[in-house]
């Protein structure tokens, strides 16, 4: 409840209890799987998209339930899940253009795959064989980041570089660019989300602040980082700011599709805050049950994304028992794809560890290098 | 040629770098229309545009956060700290994110980003103004570090270090600044940037310094030469990594070795360079290694900062002790 404890001159500012997300939630598809319509981000959807929407959530959920079932085996050191926000991050990573760049925290599992990431690279970081093994240049997505709201300052910076590069308001599709920063609502109170909300302002960077608000970071809820609704304080930096149902795939695409054409159109900023909640643990080794209700997470179950998608689906025929098997059937290869990759995935070198420090290497690293070799080939054949 | 200042040369350096290079760019506080607090930048913003000389918002983790996003579009900015005290609020970018996402990448990001910071005291400045923070970006794999010490070098190292892919930190002697003046040859070959450089020879004594303390190993040699003592002085030049083959070439000839540095002193840069030099030249040694610093206490009010700060006396007085040995 954000607005827990608010005095009444507070609600009259706010409005009433954000618990549900508040009146200013913008929705195109209730829990209930009713299309609903909005007088600003309404959209129209082909049979097409929404089936594909629908997909790539129980694709993405599948990469997720698959890598928590990994870290249980010992596979994964540890695993942030993402049940629940499936989609917040379709809806979002659908709506990118190839040449959008996302700078992601470590939870984007779901974004990454609609940039076309293969989830089994998402799982080295987590394995700790190396700290994320995609190109980001291949993609456009960039490595996880694992300090609290780095990234969002390396997102505004990249958007300064696209707008000197004269990829924004050029008209040309192929060509104007947007940023995306993803954050948590934990990370809205990190100085580095506020400056690059600053710079972003300042500068009218081509930058969509896109921020998962979950409710929890690890065990502390939104009432420990804000007194307002996330998506009233991109105001006080001077560009919009809009809340999206999160748990709403079509809702999440309309509202991140239009932040992202005002960005490549050259109109700066927006902050986007995606209302949805953790299904799960923080990660695979934090305890939920210490710190929330589960009164809570019984009433978001209500709310699940995949669900409501189905129901609207099914009651419009829109999708068979042969498709939504289909879909099933890819789930499992994904699946398999996920175990055996994982299992496979190769453990560096001890001397691996000196590659990369620097482009032009040092001879005091050299050295330490050569010298660790030496000792190391040392023990070869000493049984 | 010109007779030039520290300034001047970091000045028209930038200037060249500028005008070779699109792609690289100025960012910092008060760095455009001002010139910046210390007039490095003057002129640039006039000459280049507000695109490439971008006065930025009063934010120092912003600044080099979003100089990182810059070079990972491929640009290549010089990000200014107006003043060592503050650039704390950038540490976290700069240790965790400008020195690492090389190595994480595996080296498709690529960080070449300059980070130049006015430093050291000397200049009657009130608290923040005058530290030495060197050591703890020497301490980070993944950054370069060096110090500027004389105009000249101030013209061709910051070229250099605008060209190096990898991410260097800048340390400019603040107290230098307009100083000295030295006659600059805009067609000479420069040494190389992550060089040191015997800059007075000797026999009897290795004094070995860096950015401002350069300054007063020299006058500490021209005095010890009038009481018939010989002192080899060193400028370091780069911090990290070290160039470590002149000081030993010169501690095996003349067996004493002074280190003087105005960062504090316990677990500074001497305490490396001490330990370095007794792993290489043990026998060749007539004395251990003797720190001349800063005390180790925050930088103290500028009245008494002249009792702080490493001067000729207290590197004589070292020599000397280097000789009861
Ligand atoms: C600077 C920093 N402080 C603390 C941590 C430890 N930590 C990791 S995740 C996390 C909570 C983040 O919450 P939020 O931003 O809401 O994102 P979410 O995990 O909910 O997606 C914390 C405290 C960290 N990684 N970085």
Redesign the pocket.
Known sequence: MTNAGFGPDLVEVFGPSQSAGGPELVQLLTPEGERVHHNQFDKDFTAEELRGFYRDMILTRRIDTEATALQRHGELGIWAQLLGQEAAQIGCGRALRHQDYVFP?Y?EHGVAYCKGVDPLKLLGLFRGVDHGSWDPADNNFGLYT????AQALHATGYAMGVQRDGAVGTGDPERDTAVVAH?????SS?GDVNEAFIFAASYNAPVVFFC?N?Q???SEPIERQSRIPLYQRALGFGFPGVRVDGNDVLATYAVTQAALQRARDGQGPTLVEAYTY?MGA?TTTDDPTRYRLNDDVENWKLKDPIARLEVYLRRNGLVDDEFIAEVKAEADELGHHLREGCKALPDPQPMDMFDHVYEEEPQELREQREGFAAYLESFEGAH | MSKITLAKGLNMGLRKAMEDDPKVLVMGEDVGKLGGVFRITDGLQKDFGEDRVIDSPLAESGIVGTAIGMCLRGYRPVVEIQFDGFVYPAYDQIVCQVAKMHYRSKGRYKIPMVIRIPFGGGIGAVEHHSESPEAQFAHTPGLKVVACSNPIDGYWMIQQAIASDDPVIFLEPKRQYHADKAELDEDATPDPLFSSRVVRQGTDATVLAYGPTVKTALSAAEAAATEGRSLEVIDLRTLSPLDMDPVYDSVRRTGRVVVTHEAHVNLGLGSELAARITENCFYSMEAPVLRVGGMDTPYPASRIEEDYLPDLDRVLDAVDRAFDY
């Not at chain 1, 694992?146 to 709201?149: F, Y």
């Not at chain 1, 954050?183 to 990370?187: E, K, L, T, V």
Request: aromatic residues 10%; glycine residues 16%.
């Open positions: 925290t939870r694992i300090v609290i709201g954050f948590g609502d934990g990370a990190q998962q979950n929890w970071a690890i953790r923080h």
